[in-house]
């Protein structure tokens, strides 16, 4: 038997850093060093083949006869991928025996590792011949990129995910910081704002190849110019450089080289799930994309071949395969119709979701409308109609989405001045988020429009809603006896109304707040009891959180901090389980109130901090014209006080610096709230 070569590896050198996967090169050191077989999957242009070099590179001293690299990309004939190996390792031809006998033979006694660069079109060959050589070869090991597993007994499988990319607004990330050491290298004096980068980044999911792609583009375009032409992306990123990026030089054929991989039904379904823009289940599929032409869906085999992310029982693509997908959706003739079933699937969904949100599955509904928001501005973006921006109306009133509801609510309104009941439910919706967002004339202006258009087409409930806008209006502009007033009128309307209307509990709410504004707080916590009641017999949780919020404000006006504090915990544990991200900061608000009154500024000014981090990830960087703001408002001057600048800005910092999720897990442990 010939003897490898006299080198022991054919490693390749790395021609540019390897960024980031310090995590994943230690996990595959261990997964190697305890199975004969490791596999890394994932999507198209991931770094697959080069997290595998890097690996063989480092693990050079560790096996005594060589770490072997064979680029298996170019071979299309599965019967010849024995002897491609045996190329590699410097063994001669011997047309008599088996190829797969002679590797075994070879390999029975050596110490070697084994990587075989994409195995994708040849998986069949592939996994026969490595069942024969790890069955004969005890010390062998083989490290396989694939964009789906192999299927052998004993395999490993190390899915490989896109690079971390900043969350919105932050900068730093380990895709951020690839892109960036491309583009200085490339153009030396590139001038690169963070925020853009960071954009880039977040448009091309953090895949490594598209993310080189982009930055060879800084030779003629700027960071913003990436950002404003990433709509097409395939035909942005090509490589236009003599200096090649392993075998794809577009990312259009890092992709193709998937969609070849797949049987029709898979790349027919391929196509369909393109119109879904995030995370969709069985269920979403089913309604979407059956028809006679797809009555199975072969989720499970996209996972395998890194079509789809899969978390649970529910499935997604990245942004690049979507595109890919919906460029051949196009292509069947077949995107009008898919969107538009798209489309119908939602507002189904958005209408039961409507009709159940005065009840106790609030909180699965809460869900639901978090995790669809991607789908749901998908189709809102191709709706120019009322139904489906009305019926998501617990969206931008009630789960923090202000200003995204008010962008559409106001599109939809202005495109359609005829009078009509849909149109006056987006009135109503619409005063809601404007005032929200602090636009009083607006809020007051849709909210006198609805009541009118209601009152005439005899709506009871959409004239209540109306006028508990005017009243929390009122209460803004500093009026509470106006507001007391609107507010019990609206709630005769609601009492008036053909079915019940969660307007009531909430007109309950600016009433006692009306009432406590003007020092009656006896008459206030009588409203708020009743409201509390009506709530807890449906089973409801945010308006009763409201009525929660503002007696907290009303014990604190009383001088009965303890209950002030627990009121305020009681209605920041409801938004933070529904996700009010608006709710939230409004009650952290309240309870640096609280700190404030018991002396404590250092802990009002973290809460404070912690309260802006949450105003901004509702989209609303001021409280705005929020009646329940006041708290806030007053808190920072008299924690100031107690402390000085200097502390009170560190506490601040520090409230703004850390996880909400850290926060919020201490805050609701009454043990952890005094360890700020």
Same mark, same amino acid.
């Given at each position: #038997?010939?003897?490898?070569?006299?080198?022991?590896?054919?490693?390749?050198?790395?021609?540019?850093?390897?960024?980031?996967?310090?995590?994943?090169?230690?996990?595959?050191?261990?997964?190697?060093?305890?199975?004969?077989? !490791?596999?890394?999957?994932?999507?198209?242009?991931?770094?697959?083949?080069?997290?595998?070099?890097?690996?063989?590179?480092?693990?050079?001293?560790?096996?005594?006869?060589?770490?072997?690299?064979?680029?298996?990309?170019?071979?299309?004939?599965?019967?010849? !991928?024995?002897?491609?190996?045996?190329?590699?390792?410097?063994?001669?031809?011997?047309?008599?025996?088996?190829?797969?006998?002679?590797?075994?033979?070879?390999?029975?006694?050596?110490?070697?590792?084994?990587?075989?660069?994409?195995?994708?079109?040849?998986?069949?060959?592939?996994?026969?011949?490595? *069942?024969?050589?790890?069955?004969?070869?005890?010390?062998?090991?083989?490290?396989?990129?694939?964009?789906?597993?192999?299927?052998?007994?004993?395999? &490993?499988?190390?899915?490989?995910?896109?690079?971390?990319?900043?969350?919105?607004?932050?900068?730093?990330?380990?895709?951020?910081?690839?892109?960036?050491?491309?583009?200085?290298?490339?153009?030396?004096?590139?001038?690169?704002?963070?925020?853009?980068?960071?954009?880039?980044?977040?448009?091309?999911?953090?895949?490594?190849? +598209?993310?080189?792609?982009? @930055?060879?583009?800084?030779?003629?375009?700027?960071?913003?110019?990436?950002?404003?032409?990433?709509?097409?992306?395939? /035909?942005?990123?090509?490589?236009?450089?003599?200096?090649?990026?392993?075998?794809?030089?577009?990312?259009?054929?890092?992709?193709?080289?998937?969609?070849?991989? %797949?049987?029709?039904?898979?790349?027919?379904?391929?196509?369909?799930?393109?119109?879904?823009?995030?995370?969709?289940?069985?269920?979403?599929?089913?309604?979407?994309?059956?028809?006679?032409?797809?009555?199975?869906?072969?989720?499970?085999?996209? !996972?395998?071949?890194?079509?789809?992310?899969?978390?649970?029982?529910?499935?997604?693509?990245?942004?690049?395969?979507?595109?890919?997908?919906?460029?051949? $959706?196009? *292509?069947?003739?077949?995107?009008?119709?898919?969107?538009?079933?798209?489309?119908?699937?939602?507002?189904?969904?958005?209408?039961?979701?409507?009709?159940?949100?005065?009840?106790?599955?609030?909180?699965?509904?809460?869900?639901?409308?978090?995790?669809? #928001?991607?789908?749901?501005?998908?189709?809102?973006?191709?709706?120019?109609?009322?139904?489906?921006?009305?019926? $998501?109306?617990?969206?931008?009133? %009630?789960?923090?989405?202000?200003?995204?509801?008010?962008?559409?609510?106001?599109?939809?309104?202005?495109?359609?001045?005829?009078?009509?009941?849909?149109?006056?439910?987006?009135?109503?919706?619409?005063?809601?988020?404007?005032?929200?967002?602090?636009?009083?004339?607006?809020?007051?202006? &849709?909210?006198?429009?609805?009541?009118?258009?209601?009152?005439?087409?005899?709506? =009871?409930?959409?004239?209540?809603?109306?006028?508990?806008?005017?009243? @929390?209006?009122? $209460?803004?502009?500093?009026?509470?006896?106006?507001?007391?007033?609107?507010?019990?009128?609206?709630?005769?309307?609601?009492?008036?109304?053909?079915?019940?209307?969660?307007?009531?509990?909430?007109?309950?709410?600016?009433?006692?707040?009306?009432?406590?504004?003007?020092?009656?707080?006896?008459?206030?916590?009588? !409203?708020?009891?009743?409201?509390?009641?009506?709530?807890?017999?449906?089973?409801? $949780?945010?308006?009763?959180?409201?009525?929660?919020?503002? *007696?907290?404000?009303?014990?604190?006006?009383?001088?009965?901090?303890? /209950? /002030?504090?627990?009121?305020?915990?009681?209605?920041?544990?409801?938004?933070? &389980?529904?996700?009010?991200?608006?709710?939230? +900061?409004?009650?952290?608000?309240?309870?640096?109130?609280?700190?404030?009154? &018991?002396?404590?500024?250092?802990?009002?000014? =973290?809460?404070?901090?912690?309260?802006?981090?949450?105003?901004?990830?509702?989209?609303?960087?001021?409280?705005?014209?929020?009646? =329940? /703001?006041?708290?806030?408002?007053?808190?920072?001057?008299?924690?100031?006080?107690?402390?000085?600048?200097?502390?009170?800005?560190?506490?601040?910092?520090?409230?703004?610096?850390?996880?909400?999720?850290?926060?919020?897990?201490?805050?609701?442990?009454?043990?952890?709230?005094?360890? =700020?």
């Amino acid at each position: #038997m010939a003897d490898t070569r006299i080198r022991r590896d054919n490693v390749p050198a790395e021609t540019s850093s390897l960024v980031g996967r310090a995590a994943e090169l230690d996990e595959l050191a261990v997964l190697i060093g305890h199975s004969p077989l !490791v596999t890394l999957t994932g999507v198209a242009g991931v770094g697959k083949t080069r997290l595998a070099v890097r690996t063989a590179d480092r693990l050079r001293d560790s096996f005594s006869d060589g770490v072997w690299v064979v680029e298996l990309s170019a071979e299309q004939n599965g019967d010849l !991928v024995g002897h491609t190996i045996a190329a590699v390792l410097g063994m001669r031809e011997q047309a008599a025996r088996p190829q797969a006998e002679v590797l075994a033979d070879f390999l029975a006694d050596k110490r070697l590792l084994l990587v075989l660069d994409t195995c994708d079109h040849l998986i069949d060959s592939c996994a026969a011949l490595l *069942r024969r050589i790890l069955s004969d070869a005890p010390h062998a090991r083989v490290l396989a990129t694939s964009r789906q597993p192999l299927g052998l007994p004993g395999e &490993r499988l190390m899915p490989i995910e896109p690079l971390a990319v900043p969350a919105s607004g932050g900068t730093a990330s380990e895709a951020v910081r690839l892109f960036t050491e491309r583009a200085q290298a490339l153009v030396p004096d590139v001038a690169l704002d963070p925020h853009e980068v960071a954009q880039v980044c977040r448009l091309l999911d953090g895949i490594p190849l +598209a993310i080189e792609l982009a @930055a060879r583009r800084l030779r003629t375009l700027s960071v913003r110019q990436l950002t404003e032409r990433l709509d097409d992306r395939f /035909a942005l990123l090509v490589g236009g450089s003599r200096t090649p990026l392993g075998r794809h030089q577009t990312l259009r054929t890092a992709v193709g080289w998937s969609h070849e991989l %797949c049987t029709a039904e898979e790349r027919l379904l391929w196509a369909r799930l393109s119109v879904f823009a995030g995370w969709f289940d069985v269920d979403d599929v089913r309604a979407v994309c059956a028809d006679g032409r797809l009555t199975v869906f072969p989720l499970g085999r996209l !996972v395998d071949k890194s079509i789809l992310l899969a978390r649970g029982s529910r499935y997604r693509m990245l942004d690049t395969v979507r595109d890919y997908g919906r460029e051949w $959706l196009c *292509r069947l003739g077949e995107e009008a119709t898919l969107v538009a079933r798209h489309r119908e699937h939602y507002l189904a969904r958005a209408r039961r979701a409507e009709a159940e949100w005065y009840g106790p599955r609030q909180p699965q509904w809460a869900d639901w409308a978090h995790r669809a #928001m991607p789908d749901l501005e998908a189709a809102l973006a191709c709706d120019d109609g009322f139904d489906l921006v009305t019926a $998501l109306w617990f969206v931008w009133c %009630c789960l923090g989405q202000v200003r995204q509801g008010r962008r559409h609510l106001d599109r939809v309104l202005d495109g359609h001045a005829d009078p009509s009941p849909v149109r006056t439910k987006a009135l109503w919706v619409c005063a809601w988020v404007a005032l929200a967002a602090g636009d009083t004339a607006a809020a007051s202006g &849709r909210a006198d429009e609805a009541y009118e258009a209601a009152m005439a087409e005899g709506d =009871f409930a959409a004239a209540g809603c109306a006028r508990q806008n005017a009243a @929390a209006t009122a $209460l803004v502009l500093g009026d509470p006896d106006e507001a007391a007033r609107l507010a019990a009128e609206a709630a005769e309307l609601f009492e008036r109304a053909v079915h019940l209307h969660i307007g009531l509990p909430l007109a309950e709410v600016t009433m006692a707040m009306a009432w406590g504004l003007r020092g009656e707080s006896g008459l206030a916590v009588g !409203v708020l009891m009743r409201q509390w009641a009506r709530c807890a017999e449906r089973g409801e $949780l945010w308006a009763r959180s409201y009525g929660d919020q503002v *007696r907290s404000l009303v014990e604190l006006g009383r001088g009965d901090l303890d /209950a /002030a504090e627990a009121y305020a915990r009681t209605a920041l544990e409801v938004r933070w &389980r529904l996700g009010d991200t608006l709710g939230g +900061a409004l009650t952290l608000d309240q309870l640096a109130a609280t700190a404030v009154a &018991r002396g404590d500024g250092g802990l009002a000014a =973290f809460l404070l901090g912690a309260a802006r981090r949450m105003w901004t990830t509702s989209d609303l960087s001021e409280r705005g014209s929020c009646p =329940f /703001a006041i708290s806030g408002r007053q808190a920072e001057s008299r924690a100031r006080a107690l402390v000085g600048d200097e502390v009170y800005e560190r506490a601040f910092t520090r409230g703004m610096d850390t996880d909400l999720d850290v926060t919020m897990t201490r805050i609701l442990d009454i043990e952890g709230f005094d360890q =700020f």
